[in-house]
């Protein structure tokens, strides 16, 4: 026999061999567990080591319940208790879909070696697994786009950016096509530039004026918009343009969009429309929109119109929020730091350019304009007039608009059927922060802008409000926003239209996700859940679970109740925090769910982050039912 040959062993040695082979597996399997479980439930406190009870991913006593009203004799749910419990509890419906989920489920269950040895039935563990599981998501994976898309830009809330090229705060941080290429990625629609003359005024940069910003090449912003416009939605991208260019700039910005975009530019056959195209006929188009240049000459830019405004925002709604979740540090006290030199230096560049910009305007630049920024007159009910033979797009900053909702609070929805209105954070936003988008939706306004980059609350309303119609970027507005025979009123006595029951079971994943020290070094995490509604003022409110002590598995089964009176305009707000007695309490996991949209009876809900991308294994077992 040569080295390396296999030994001659019968049959039952080979088998008593394997037999200790898969013994060994198991054996190893279990001490890793049982190392794992250790783990992550043994803290030391100095030289002392302090033990808790393992985390158990075991059911809660509730969904035990359900489970066992649908259960058979032999402790599984067969073919015709899971039609059941689908069409009962899940709220489905049509005889297809209830035999297409129950098909899918076994298979899954199958899959995941699930089901009753001998019967076949669904088991328990099987239950609560596909319960958990992406398949069974609050928001339907598969449904896609299912709004109306065929209807003029005005009828839709469109995801719009604001500064799309910081990477960071208003003021000092870098200029980069990078968040361009994020925010398309994430499915915004609307995308702005700032256009500069660079310092020998023989080229174009993309920056923040009159702040201490780095620019970037318009070429390298212009590429980005190009490559990744269509990668998450076929539907058009609107490039606006906050230009400061003098005419033969212009006209060099003509001819880079022009060559850059090619066939995908959408040049509007005339200078007035009377009605916007739709998405579905814009299907991977872009849009330039801004003012026509010689309106530059007559009227400051929207931005530089926002700095005047007062910096006295309605907090009264978002106080039943809570407090912001903390980004890094503020700057707040960089602006004060903006020296007089440099706004004297920047006022001039901006008279020198006015000057030279009169010596005439450039025509290919203004053809490029599809969709015109019209020239506020600084006159409410002029401004919100309604031209019956031509639509266009006015831009207010919040404050103004703020204002504007309380004395024409009826015009705003009026002129918003036809016409396009983008509201923008005002500039002494210095750290990226932002705006309840609500108050905009609240009207009609389609382009809320948002800083991508400016993580928190009010931002991930606008995420949650966009993961609606397939996650497209635009969202059909509700009926009553363009009934032209009777105005909607969000701010009267709305009576209640419906309720929404919220139960939250349990949660599960962050076991995995963070450390084991990551909430408390000394203990496992003590976790509550916040739930509630921002919508309407009338509906929007917050509560929260009990803390659920020293536990990675937290089980709350705790129910809430939202009466709501505009549930077309609601969002379902989910946070999770870990309580800290000394401290502020430690942040969970996020989600904001369009209220419209929520797929009824027991659901699994993942959590994002701060920065609104979702975590990787971080989830929620919650019920939603409508009475």
């Known amino acids: 026999m040569r080295l390396g040959d296999e030994l001659p062993l019968s049959p039952p040695i080979k088998a008593l061999y394997i037999c200790i082979y898969i013994l060994n597996l198991a054996h190893a399997s279990i001490a890793y567990k049982e190392r794992w479980s250790a783990a992550m439930t043994t803290y030391m406190v100095c030289c002392f080591r302090r033990r808790f009870r393992p985390a158990s991913n075991e059911p809660s006593e509730a969904i035990g319940d359900v489970f066992q009203a649908y259960a058979g004799g032999d402790g599984a749910l067969g073919e015709e208790a899971l039609r059941r419990f689908l069409r009962e509890v899940q709220g489905e419906t049509s005889d297809g879909d209830l035999d297409e989920a129950a098909r899918e489920i076994m298979a899954f269950a199958a899959e995941q070696k699930l089901l009753k040895k001998g019967g076949g039935g669904l088991t328990m563990e099987g239950f609560h697994r596909w319960l958990c599981s992406d398949a069974n998501a609050a928001l339907h994976p598969r449904r896609g786009v299912h709004d109306d898309m065929g209807l003029p830009l005005s009828h839709y809330f469109i995801y719009t950016g604001h500064n799309s090229y910081l990477t960071g705060n208003q003021l000092s941080s870098g200029c980069s096509e990078a968040p361009i290429a994020k925010a398309l990625h994430d499915g915004v629609r609307v995308i702005e530039l700032d256009l500069w003359p660079n310092a020998a005024?023989?080229?174009?940069?993309?920056?923040?004026?009159?702040?201490?910003?780095?620019?970037?090449?318009?070429?390298?912003?212009?590429?980005?918009?190009?490559?990744?416009?269509?990668?998450?939605?076929?539907?058009?991208?609107i490039l606006t343009l906050e230009d400061h260019l003098t005419p033969h700039l212009q006209a060099k910005v003509a001819k880079m969009i022009k060559e850059t975009f090619g066939d995908t530019l959408h040049l509007s056959e005339s200078e007035t429309m009377t009605e916007f195209p739709s998405p579905e006929d814009l299907r991977e188009k872009i849009i330039v929109s801004t003012k026509p240049p010689k309106e530059y000459l007559q009227t400051k830019?929207?931005?530089?119109?926002?700095?005047?405004?007062?910096?006295?925002?309605?907090?009264?709604?978002?106080?039943?929020?809570?407090?912001?979740?903390?980004?890094?540090?503020?700057?707040?006290?960089?602006?004060?730091?903006?020296?007089?030199?440099?706004?004297?230096r920047y006022v001039k560049e901006e008279e020198d350019m006015e000057k030279i910009a009169q010596l005439g305007v450039n025509m290919e630049y203004k053809r490029l304009i599809a969709i015109s920024l019209t020239r506020r007159k600084h006159d409410m009910d002029e401004d919100l007039k309604v031209d019956p033979d031509k639509v266009s797009r006015m831009s207010l900053g919040e404050t103004a608009y703020e204002k504007a909702t309380i004395t024409h609070g009826a015009e705003i929805i009026k002129f918003t059927q036809k016409n396009l209105l983008r509201i923008f954070p005002r500039t002494t936003r210095i750290t990226s922060s932002n705006y309840n988008p609500l108050m905009g939706w609240r009207y009609g306004a389609q382009m809320v802008a948002a800083n991508m980059q400016g993580h928190g609350r009010k931002l991930w309303l606008t995420q949650g409000m966009f993961r609606a119609n397939g996650g497209c970027g635009y969202v059909k507005k509700p009926d009553f926003l363009m009934n032209c025979d009777k105005m909607f009123d969000p701010r009267s006595n709305l009576p209640v239209k419906t309720k929404l029951k919220v139960i939250v079971y349990m949660g599960d994943g962050w076991r995995f996700d963070f450390h084991k020290t990551h909430f408390d070094k000394f203990s496992p995490p003590d976790f509550y859940a916040r739930v509630g509604i921002a919508g309407v003022v009338a509906d929007t409110r917050m509560e929260e679970t009990k803390v659920i002590m020293d536990n990675w598995i937290p089980t709350w089964d705790h129910e809430f109740v939202f009466p709501l009176a505009v549930p077309e305009l609601a969002l379902l707000r989910v946070e999770v925090h870990e309580s800290d007695n000394h401290q502020k309490d430690d942040f969970g996991g996020q989600t904001c769910l369009p209220v419209w949209e929520l797929r009824t009876g027991i659901r699994s809900v993942r959590l994002c982050g701060r920065d609104g991308e979702m975590m990787q294994s971080v989830k929620l077992l919650m019920r939603f039912e409508f009475t």
């Open 201 to 237: 005024k023989d080229d174009v940069e993309v920056l923040h004026g009159r702040t201490w910003t780095s620019p970037v090449e318009l070429a390298k912003c212009l590429e980005a918009i190009k490559e990744h416009s269509f990668v998450s939605s076929p539907y058009p991208v």
């Open 301 to 344: 830019s929207s931005k530089e119109e926002s700095q005047n405004e007062s910096q006295n925002g309605n907090c009264e709604e978002e106080s039943v929020w809570g407090e912001e979740i903390p980004d890094n540090k503020a700057l707040m006290d960089v602006g004060r730091q903006f020296s007089e030199q440099d706004t004297n």
